[in-house]
């Protein structure tokens, strides 16, 4: 895509509740989060998700690693003012080798001194789950096998965030023949050498396993039929939905910040929450929208429930 320019990007509304309105109708808005954050209302969002761009990465923006921290700290300061107490802040983000520097071959230490910044600013910091890549394209860079995780870090902003397990719970393995024998196990506490057990009875009580904080999810590698193989950054759709889905209720309010080709977004409204984003580039913000209206009222499975696995 030529001619990505961020220059003159139409500025939000002044009033805030209008900013709000004006995001979440048009889908994804063509701006730049540092006008948009500040003018969202006071605790009015339910769930920013986000995979902003990583230090060093793309050829639309490069970010030094020993820069990061202090470029990405005042958009957290905004999202935290505008999240609601309940809310939560998902922020899916990837280690580099430094390029350059002291550090030079070294994996950069950006992601960790970030999260630590998060939570210094008062974020509190729920869990880190692990993305595992099943299918991570081949190549390395020194001593190393192929990098096939990214992280996703998971922040609150009060102590009781809305979080539903039950909406991301994953088939059980036993077949059903199985599940009703334990359930009439008469002996169906079984402790091991070391005292833990758990009663087998009731395992099956819960209409689906507990997922593990390993979510496995394809990479997609632009290979998005349509307007979004055009975006050099598309996270899989399945990425998205686990954190909508188990950390906004619905129809609540879920925003992306740095939108890209609008994932988030279609993830949110395929499952019945609001959702809006914010795109510095005019280019993806436009394909973001297109995408929006293809895809979004679609009923087909989406590619993300068709890929995801829960590795528990
Ligand atoms: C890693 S991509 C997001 C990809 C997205 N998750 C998807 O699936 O398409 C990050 C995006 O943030 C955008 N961006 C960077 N700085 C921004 C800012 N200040 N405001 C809004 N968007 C920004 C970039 O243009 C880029 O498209």
């Known amino acids: 895509m030529g001619g990505k320019s961020a220059r003159s990007v139409p500025a939000p509304p002044e009033d805030r509740d209008e900013a709000l309105r004006k995001l979440l109708a048009e889908g994804v808005v063509w701006g730049d989060s540092a006008q948009w954050l500040p003018r969202l209302p006071e605790e009015s969002v339910d769930l920013f998700f986000t995979s902003p761009p990583y230090a060093d990465a793309r050829s639309y923006m490069k970010i030094s690693p020993d820069h990061y921290v202090e470029w990405f700290l005042p958009f957290a300061e905004d999202m935290f003012s505008a999240t609601k107490d309940t809310g939560s802040f998902v922020l899916n983000i990837k280690n580099r080798v430094a390029k350059s520097g002291q550090l030079r071959g070294q994996r950069h230490p950006y992601v960790y001194e970030l999260v630590l910044a998060l939570q210094r600013m008062g974020w509190r910091w729920v869990e880190a789950y692990i993305w595992s890549k099943p299918n991570a394209i081949c190549g390395r860079f020194g001593p190393r096998t192929k990098d096939s995780f990214e992280y ?121 929450r609001q959702a809006g984003g914010i795109e510095l580039h005019g280019e993806y913000a436009e394909i973001a929208r297109k995408r929006i209206s293809s895809q979004s009222s679609s009923s087909e499975p989406t590619l993300g429930e068709e890929l995801v696995r829960w590795a528990g």
């Not at 909406?167 to 506490?189: H, L, T």
């Not at 996270?235 to 994932?263: N, W």
């Open 152 to 272: 996703v870090y998971h922040f609150s902003k009060g102590s009781k965030p809305y979080f539903n397990l039950d909406a991301v719970r994953v088939p059980y393995k036993a077949d059903s023949a199985e599940i009703m024998r334990r359930g009439r196990d008469v002996n169906g506490r079984r402790n091991t050498e070391a005292g833990f057990g758990r009663d087998r009875t009731k395992t099956y009580e819960h209409g689906g396993a507990d997922p593990g904080n390993v979510i496995s999810v394809g990479q997609t590698y632009n290979q998005h039929a349509g307007p979004a193989g055009q975006h050099t950054a598309v996270m899989p759709e399945g990425l998205a939905e686990f954190f909508v889905k188990a950390v906004c209720s619905p129809g609540g309010i879920v925003v992306d910040p740095f939108a890209g080709s609008g994932t988030t977004v279609i993830s949110a409204l395929r499952h019945g």
